[in-house]
């Protein structure tokens, strides 16, 4: 069985670009969340989905991040525009349940020159 | 400061070494986890601990859990080059299912 896979797995753009990262979970797995882990310091979570629907987007930072996931299956998450702050590792994480063990991807690398 | 804090934040012994790490947390939980993360990979889960647990074994794992002082500790008993890794413990609140990590422990183990 696939695992979670995100795409791309390292991203280099200008400040003020856009930068779509996509995650596809693992099949049947009805809920997704997206972290982010900045500088080396702790891993912090954006949000939740459960299906297509947003459960928790409390710790997405800003209006500039805008995070789907239409029709339940993968997700995508947008940053436009870029600042030089939002650069680290984007990780996507699913699981059937929603308590539990999480399954991650290898992480999406945004660098924001 | 977060909740799940890890300390040491770097730790390094010689191969054949046990490995302690510690992790702190600040509210009640459901559950508390260790990951592993290799260098440019994704997390690995390795272990959960319920709240009502206090101690579980899984291989060369062995985690305990204090929820009197809200803590918790892994062990990795007699350590290969191979565990290098940074690891992170993660808890998850009794008022959300979302996970909360610290800034995790970077052990290496040396050959």
């Known amino acids: 069985e696939a695992g979670v896979t995100q795409f791309p797995s390292h991203s280099v753009i200008e400040k003020g670009q856009t930068v779509t990262l996509r995650c596809d979970p693992i099949s049947g797995h009805d809920n997704l969340y997206w972290y982010r882990r900045v500088m080396g310091k702790e891993i912090k979570f954006l949000l939740h989905?459960?299906?297509?629907?947003?459960?928790?987007e409390s710790g997405m930072p800003n209006n500039r991040f805008l995070a789907e996931r239409t029709g339940g299956t993968y997700s995508t998450l947008k940053v436009q525009p870029a600042e030089l702050e939002d650069s680290g590792v984007y990780f996507c994480?699913?699981?059937?349940?929603?308590?539990?063990?999480?399954?991650f991807g290898e992480g999406s690398r945004l660098t924001v020159l | 400061s977060q909740q799940g804090e890890e300390d040491p934040q770097a730790l390094s012994i010689q191969e054949g070494e046990n490995a302690t790490m510690n992790c702190s947390y600040k509210?009640?939980?459901?559950?508390l986890q260790w990951y592993r993360q290799n260098s440019g990979r994704g997390l690995v889960h390795l272990i959960l601990?319920?709240?009502?647990?206090r101690e579980k074994h899984s291989g060369r794992l062995r985690v305990t859990l204090d929820t009197s002082k809200k803590s918790s500790s892994l062990l990795i008993t007699a350590s290969r080059a191979a565990d290098t890794a940074s690891y992170f413990c993660?808890?998850?609140?009794?008022?959300?299912?979302?996970?909360?990590f610290g800034e995790g422990t970077q052990l290496t183990v040396n050959p």
């Open positions: 509210t009640s939980i459901n559950n």
């Open positions: 994480a699913t699981t059937h349940f929603n308590t539990g063990e999480l399954f």
């Open positions: 993660a808890t998850d609140s009794t008022s959300g299912s979302r996970l909360t």
């Open positions: 989905f459960v299906k297509e629907s947003k459960q928790d």
């Open positions: 601990i319920r709240s009502n647990e």
